[in-house]
């Protein structure tokens, strides 16, 4: 079965660095997305891309956050200058335009900010 | 703003019960809602997807049932065994089929051997 895959499994990183989060979403999917977990807490939507661009990003998701679909097969999430309140696991997901296919999340990346 | 609410926070069973996980929702214009498992510390693995059309989904032991006018959604887990021991997620799309999932916070099952 395709998977969404996310690189790296988990990143430490020291506060004010800049961090890029890989995913490499299922092939024939058209709808990208970015979530985070707080540890204890609900899965937050960060952002959504189609077609290139950003369809829609949450309030969280400020100047700091971008994304990017540099080579038609990768998607990533680059954070300028980490926080410590960044640390969180981060998910990729993936979707196909028919509307009988749900979302496929990939198994995250671990940001510890130090 | 769409609130997914998900009671209780934890669930401990034994072995070979019929278990039902609740789900709630504040407002009843969804598109679709889905199911998920959370291993501890890992991914989100999707369990079942149901249209706003739909009353319910049905997955082996697993089955979902969505009544939108009410703003609830049950996961029905029958022959509970060990292995189904994890965090149940349910998330619902409300702007679009493909927009952004608002999601719950999830019921951590035990099944007790």
Redesign the interface.
Known sequence: EPEVT?TPSHQVTQMGQEVILRCVPISNHL?F?W?RQILG?????LV?F?NNEIS?K?EIFDDQFSVERPDGSNFTLKIRSTKLEDSA?Y?C?S?R?D??????????T?LTVV | KQEVTQIPAALSVPEGENLVLNCSFTDSAIY?L?W?RQDP??????LL?I?SSQREQTSGRLNASLDKSSGRSTLYIAASQPGDSATY?C?VASTG??????????ITLSVRP
């Open positions: 996310q709808y997305y979530y807490q609900k899965v937050e939507f959504s189609y829609e949450s696991m998910f997901a979707k335009a509307l009988n296919y749900g979302y496929t999340f990939g198994s995250g671990r | 679709n889905q998920f510390g890992k991914g989100l693995t999707s997807l249209q997620l998330a089929a493909n927009s952004k999932l608002t999601f719950g916070k999830g």
